[in-house]
């Protein structure tokens, strides 16, 4: 008969407890983010639904790509390293440091957002737009939604420069405020993933010394 003594098992309820805690603040961040993508989005759609004159991306961002093949990740890597997948992966270098829209060219097909050190799969597009960046991002997200729904079903093979550099955005005596109201979400979002990384660390943790 194995006798688990009382330090033990408080230890043991102690950590169940913590481990259950993190997850309940990781749930509440989560949540939190949706509901401030969901906002920014309400703000571009209004704004853009009520407004004319457009700018091109292709006429403020030069478009640029990765260099790297998808199997150069290294799990304990230090920075991101962007593929076309939905997760994004990490690696020991970096080759942009910027704040930059990122679009995998095929595969799983989506728009993220990025600011700092990071690293590019080939097929994956890098767009730093001199002008309005966060309307083009708000609009590159949806210019994908839109690409997938219009598929009727089938996949999409890829995405290409010309289509990205014909994504436009209004662009009016309006546009610059709707932008920094649309910067100021998006650091709160980038906050709250830093949060969100730094207790997803302390959960791995405590699971890889104690399970």
Known sequence: ???????????????????????????????????????????YLKHKNLRDGKLLLGDCCDIKTGKLDANACSKDGRYPFFTCRQEVLRIDNYAFDCEAIIISGNGEI???????????????????????????????KLSILDLKNNSQGSVIKFITKGMLENIAVVNDDDSIRINNKLREIYDQITNIKNKLNILKNIKTKLLNKYF
Do not use: H
């Not at 590019?120 to 083009?136: D, E, G, H, I, M």
């Open 110 to 140: 989506s728009a993220k957002y990025y600011n700092g050190k990071f690293n590019a799969y080939q097929r994956t597009y890098v767009l730093s737009p001199s002008k309005l960046f966060y309307l083009f991002m708000e609009e590159c």
């Open 1 to 43: 008969m194995i006798i688990i003594s009382s330090y033990i098992l408080k230890t043991f309820v102690f950590i169940v407890n913590t481990i259950g805690t993190v997850d309940d603040l990781i749930e509440k961040n989560t949540k939190i983010i949706k509901k401030l993508e969901q906002l920014s989005r309400l703000i």
